[in-house]
């Protein structure tokens, strides 16, 4: 007995889709960058992650073929965007650049891959939770309302000592 699905994409029409993909990243990719006033732009294809270096107006980003590439790639822009050189919490600058990566994406018509949103709160979480073991007498409260959900035990001790009435009850 053969077991028929209907209405399953053909190996080219798939092909296809991921062409079109691939060259409206590109496009926004472009858009993106030129908005940020990046001025040098270097690709790899050595998994999710990126660099930004703010004074050079410098990214180095994964190739856009995927929605999920292509926000690494709004994030990294946001950061020379939003001139992360000074003396903002690490938290925060990380935050902020989250923010813009998810502002871009969609002033662009590109949907925010659910699981881009998860990894930045994590990634968010993560640098506050940074700030904290490290001994910082303020965590920015916009950052914390952002990732709740996501905050790490100690965070959770730290904001109930310093902001008791945001605790989740």
Avoid: F
Avoid at 1 to 16: G, I, Q, Y
Avoid at 87 to 92: A, D, E, K, N, T
Wanted: proline share 4%; glycine share 6%.
């Amino acid at each position: 007995m053969t077991l028929e699905l209907k209405n399953r994409p053909t190996l080219e029409a798939m092909k296809t889709g991921r062409e079109r993909m691939r060259q409206r990243c590109e496009e926004v990719t472009k858009a993106i960058l030129k908005e940020a006033g990046v001025e040098s732009v270097e690709y790899h294809d050595k998994g999710l992650r990126g660099l930004a270096i703010v004074k050079k107006r410098y990214v180095y980003v994964p190739t856009p073929t995927t929605r999920r590439r292509l926000y690494i790639v709004a994030h990294e822009a946001g950061h020379v965007a939003l001139k992360h050189t000074g003396s903002l919490p690490v938290h925060r600058k990380e935050y902020e650049a989250e923010i813009y990566a998810h502002d871009a994406l969609r002033r662009h018509g590109v949907a925010v891959p659910a699981k881009s949103t998860i990894r930045a709160k994590q990634y968010v979480a993560y640098r506050i939770r940074q700030a904290v073991v490290r001994g910082a007498k303020a965590i920015d409260r916009e950052a914390l309302r952002w990732t709740r959900g996501y905050w790490h035990w100690k965070v959770e001790d730290w904001v109930a000592a310093h902001y008791p009435r945001m605790v989740p009850r």
